[in-house]
């Protein structure tokens, strides 16, 4: 899934190695927590090498994603035979993404196709039916749900995310969605997934080490992926405007009057020998910001790595190609 500030090529290399340099090379008896976990791509890189991975996002599109990539370890029963009958489905035409977000709808946003956002209610109703209908498990739920978003995705009309919708379809969103697996790591550690505010959060855990990639800017990630938590949690509300908007919270990360605050309260909360922090040079906090408020609570150190920016953020103000990547390192 294409996603504003993944991880997935710092996960490569840098972000493994810094941390396993720090923490020693044998993480397999320590409790690594992702707090700020988007698509999970930080949490699936350790998942198999640590004892356990905690995982959480306020996003609910995130906490499904995550309840599947991490929280599920093992093989799901009969998942070719689902995900097959519900490729199979007849197509419904009175549901809600149809509705508010085809053309043939009710003509005014064009997030997918008339046929695939068909497919997209018939196969979310689908889901919840069986769920209700006691036919699958939790664990089943949240792997088709999670499926059903990555290929979604896939074939949604838009440049990357959802604030707004391309005028014509572009070549892949004219392809049919078809229902394909979202494979998980398998192995034998139970894992947990949380959907809450992670200086909430923060409150109730503990364990060895906290990586922290908070939302860097102004920009609220509820605005640009609202029709994912539309699919994920599939209950109905008028959308709002051109864009077809949800009601969705406004991080204090997100605000340069409250963000210091907030990020010093999750680090004098945390539970956690090791914290890391992802951040970049465009953040709302400077180096010496956070560096003057993690040296309250211990030892600190610097990392750092230049990335290639995000091809949908190349936007009017931001016109470099890459970005110097921070990992500020504490040890409490």
């Known amino acids: 899934m294409n996603y504003i500030g993944s991880k997935f090529k710092l996960c490569q290399n840098f972000l493994p190695t810094t941390i396993k340099s720090v923490c020693g090379g044998n993480l397999t008896q320590k409790i690594f927590c992702d707090i700020f976990a988007g698509t999970g791509i930080v ?50 035409n009175d549901g809600f993404i149809y509705k508010n977000y085809c053309l043939g709808g009710n003509g005014d946003r064009q997030y997918f196709s008339d046929d695939n956002g068909k497919k997209i209610d018939t196969i979310r109703t689908a889901i919840e039916n069986w769920k209700d209908e006691g036919r699958i498990s939790d664990n089943q739920y949240y792997f088709l749900l999670c499926s059903l978003l990555e290929c979604a995705d896939k074939v949604a009309n838009t440049a990357s995310v959802y604030g707004a919708y391309l005028k014509n379809l572009k070549k892949s969103a004219q392809k049919e969605l078809i229902l394909e697996p979202a494979n998980f790591e398998i192995n034998e ?104 408020i993690m040296t309250k609570y211990g030892h600190y150190e610097l990392a750092q790595t230049d990335y290639q920016r995000f091809k949908a953020d190349s936007n009017r103000l931001n016109k470099a190609d890459s970005t110097i990547e921070y990992l500020h390192i504490l040890e409490k």
């Open 189 to 292: 550690n139970e894992h947990q997934v949380y959907n809450m505010d992670a200086n909430e959060l923060i409150k109730e855990i503990e364990g060895d080490i906290l990586y922290l990639d908070p939302p860097y800017n102004a920009r609220q990630y509820g605005a640009n992926y609202h029709l994912l938590n539309t699919i994920a949690e599939y209950k109905s509300f008028e959308p709002k405007g051109k864009t077809g908007l949800r009601n969705y919270s406004r991080s204090k990360y997100c605000s340069a009057n409250t963000v210091k605050e907030e990020f010093e309260s999750l680090i004098q909360n945390a539970n956690f020998k090791y914290i890391f922090l992802s951040y970049n040079n465009e953040g709302l906090m400077s180096v010496e910001d956070v560096r003057n």
């Open 43 to 92: 949490g699936r890189t350790f998942k198999t090498s640590v004892k356990k991975v905690i995982s959480n996002d306020i996003e609910y599109y995130s906490y499904v994603l995550n309840k599947n990539y991490i929280e599920n370890h093992r093989e799901i029963k009969n998942k070719n035979e689902m995900l097959e009958e519900l490729n199979l489905l007849p197509l419904i």
